[in-house]
């Protein structure tokens, strides 16, 4: 799969990276990432990478009903799955959109976010340079972004037995996810994008799944892994993701999974 395929999250995947990935993975970071941002009347805030709308819902919470809040996803099938989770409000609006070519005029926005996308975008100094373009002077650019396999279990587990696996074409999924980890990379992305007081700071949570093959579902069906799967046919979906619950019990614990997911944060102004 090119880096392209891995943004692709399409089909049934939505809904298995929402109920299985959801609550383990994403809930505590979007949660932290939504705190983070500036809460004054009349905001304009932009969400890019809106995925499932996680983060979303998180950010609705705190904003005031003078807010005005556009969620974008590059991936429809993300949009629609969000816009059908959440419950209308009048101070959002959905959009595709490509965080690389973002379709609004220069300065729109006071704030904007990003919850785990900056990592699949190819061209990331230029998706940097965009974010700085569409927002106001001073305002407020949040994103974050996996640490390396080293601090988060789960996904050295699944890189590993993807390889294991299938070793004359591994599938390389999660190397995009988890490989864009260092923090000097984004600071100096940032900086150069024309932001400044740039920070970048290491966040933790421990978190729990309700079972391994709950989360099994999650990483190979949640993910535009079992895309990949069906292409190389060589071996069925759920014999996958069989062996991905195996591994999980055998290093995690099966039922439930506990385990540390570790992330950057980088806070800068426009």
Request: a neutral charge; aromatic letters at 8%.
């Amino acid at each position: 799969m090119t880096q392209a395929q891995h943004a692709q999250f399409t089909g049934n995947v939505p809904a298995f990276y929402d109920r299985h990935l959801g609550p383990v993975i994403f809930e505590p970071h979007a949660r932290d990432l939504a705190r983070r941002i500036p809460t004054h009347e009349k905001i304009r805030v932009l969400e890019t990478a809106c995925g499932s709308g996680i983060v979303t819902r998180h950010v609705l919470d705190r904003l005031p009903a003078t807010a005005k809040l556009t969620a974008t996803d590059l991936n429809q099938a993300m949009v629609d799955h969000a816009r059908a989770a959440l419950p209308a409000d009048p101070r959002l609006e959905w959009r595709t959109a490509d965080a690389q070519k973002l379709p609004f005029p220069d300065g729109s926005f006071d704030a904007l976010y990003m919850q785990f996308g900056i990592m699949f975008v190819p061209d990331k100094p230029l998706a940097m340079r965009e974010a700085k373009r569409v927002l106001a002077p001073d305002g407020t650019l949040l994103l974050n972004a996996w640490d390396s396999f080293a601090q988060n279990a789960f996904a050295r587990i699944m890189n590993e037995l993807l390889h294991r696996l299938f070793p004359k074409d591994p599938i390389t999924f999660y190397l995009t996810p988890f490989g864009d980890h260092d923090p000097d990379e984004h600071r100096r992305r940032a900086e150069q994008a024309g932001f400044r007081d740039v920070r970048v700071e290491g966040v933790g949570f421990e978190t729990t799944s309700e079972s391994a093959e709950h989360f099994a579902a999650g990483l190979v069906r949640g993910q535009p892994v079992a895309q990949a799967i069906a292409e190389r046919g060589t071996l069925g979906t759920s014999e996958v993701e069989r062996v991905v619950a195996e591994d999980l019990r055998r290093e995690l614990g099966g039922r439930p999974v506990r385990h540390s997911i570790r992330a950057w944060v980088v806070t800068a102004t426009a």
